[in-house]
């Protein structure tokens, strides 16, 4: 099925200002490009870096330029076509920050 991107502007931006992403950036937009998903596990077939983010939350981090940047999406498949939802993009050291903020923030003291 065909993957309609939403906000793919959001990436070509992100690549644009960070020089040194963009040829990683144009790699993963091809893929994407010319993917043809059914399950959420082709997703993993075209990226397997890929990591699927919490129970059913139908959300999916990808790792781009060897692991200096990261993507997380929402995918959402259609009958037709699938959904995928730029949520976040940023760089890796970005990403670990975001990751401790969102462990710190589900941290409860008793």
Known sequence: MKIHLIKRQSVLLF???????????????EKIRYADWRTPTDIKQTFASADFLGRSSRRIVFDIGGNKYRIICKYVFGET???????????????????????????HTY
């Open 15 to 29: 690549a644009q200002s960070q020089a040194k992403s963009r040829v990683s950036f144009d790699e993963w937009l």
């Open 81 to 107: 076509s699938i959904h995928l939802f730029v949520c976040w993009i940023g760089t890796h050291k970005e990403y670990t920050k975001l990751c401790l903020k969102e462990m710190q923030s589900s941290i």
